[in-house]
């Protein structure tokens, strides 16, 4: 892939460098992209408003939404952590109750066109409803606990007004996710060391042993087969699904039981947000669960690569501790290092041994980490 120099120049901090306070006195929430990526998909229902944003970053941040009063939106996507949780393996819900995937990070997620690592929500506004009411993140009995503090709160009556010109029993859970959804689209990242590089031209934004593990990226590595990147902007992803053998290698004796049990219990009424962070084994069915296809038999969605140096631990499970541990599970076809488990036979075709060296390797991560943002450089884990 040809490198693209001086496509345009370099915006000077992200929007989410800058305090929302700020972004929305100033407009921000029309501002022009961070370098690197296209303009931020907006549904024709839910246009972008100063009011709309404000209003869903307090929602957001409200842990009253749960049933012990403890966790929000941000608990597991901390703005200090990237929009995760990291260093947690998988997410804690109220009273500290796991469930079986790790929280992906909210930045760029409005690039997604679905949501969860499995794809079960079409849109950031459906997904924002769902952990309230799941049983072992947020953990309410249904969603009128929500409603009565968003109608009565005095702050959020006024709030609502502005936003949408409701009060009362007018308001609905259809507005709350409207706002949740559109403060999300404002969380956007681009204008990283690679970014100034690639797309703005700077020879020496990044180093010798990154621009090689770029070149390896491209081609050994064949990383951008899903990890895409484009002339003008790069979201990191194919927005779709691969079995790339996590997780599913443990369990592929029992898949032929699970997925018909599993099948069996969906048509029965079960709730596919429920089950598979509740049963470990499920969830490893992957986006199976979602379309009922057996092609998609532990595959989980090409997450972006940006800022992922400072995200770990990795993959739906969290299950591989650093980015050189998820090189080497790529390296080695699908399969983890020290996993007596064989690659199983779902695996999609493009996952086959790389025979990368170990200097390589190296020199790949040190192109990976050159994808974070300015405004996230602090959160680095150890």
């Not at 370098?35 to 907006?42: A, D, N, Q, R, T």
């Not at 993959?315 to 501790?321: N, R, T, V």
């Amino acid at each position: 892939m040809a490198r693209v120099a001086n496509v345009r120049k370099s915006v000077a901090t992200t929007l989410v460098a800058l305090p929302l306070a700020a972004l929305l006195a100033a407009g921000g929430w029309a501002m022009a992209e961070p370098l690197g990526l296209p303009k931020v998909p907006v549904p024709a229902d839910n246009p972008q408003s100063p009011e709309k944003i404000a209003l869903g970053d307090k929602l957001f941040h409200d842990a009253r939404f749960s049933i012990d009063g403890t966790v929000s939106c941000s608990t597991c996507h901390n703005d200090k952590k990237a929009f995760t949780d990291s260093p947690l393996r998988v997410s804690e819900g109220h009273h500290k109750l796991t469930g079986t995937r790790n929280a992906p990070s909210v930045i760029n997620a409005a690039y997604y066109t679905s949501q969860f690592w499995d794809g079960r929500s079409v849109s950031l506004e459906d997904q924002s409803q769902h952990p309230m009411v799941n049983p072992v993140e947020m953990g309410l009995p249904d969603h009128e606990p929500v409603l009565k503090i968003v109608r009565e709160d005095p702050a959020y009556v006024e709030g609502f007004k502005k936003a949408f010109g409701k009060s009362g029993r007018d308001v609905t859970m259809d507005d709350v996710e409207k706002a949740i959804a559109s403060f999300e689209r404002t969380v956007i990242s681009g204008d990283s060391p690679f970014d100034k590089w690639y797309f703005g031209g700077d020879r020496n934004a990044i180093s010798d042993q990154a621009k090689r593990g770029f070149d390896l990226y491209v081609g050994q590595g064949r990383c951008v087969s899903c990890h895409a990147i484009e002339q003008t902007q790069a979201l990191f992803t194919d927005n779709r699904f691969h079995n790339i053998g996590v997780g599913i290698n443990r369990i592929q004796g029992d898949v032929p039981r699970l997925a018909a049990e599993f099948l069996k219990a969906k048509a029965a009424g079960a709730s596919v947000d429920k089950t598979v962070l509740a049963d470990p084994k499920v969830s490893e069915l992957g986006r199976f669960a979602v379309t009922n296809s057996f092609d998609e038999i532990g595959a989980f969605k090409t997450t972006t690569l940006r800022n992922i140096a400072v995200t770990a631990p990795y993959m739906h499970d969290g299950s591989l501790k650093t980015l050189k541990d998820v090189i080497k599970h790529y390296n080695e076809g699908g399969k983890s290092p020290g996993d007596p488990a064989p690659v199983n036979p779902y695996l999609s075709g493009g996952i086959r041994p790389l025979d990368l060296k170990d200097q390589q390797i190296d020199d790949l991560v040190a192109f990976l980490e050159t994808l974070t943002s300015p405004a996230y450089v602090t959160a680095q884990t150890k």
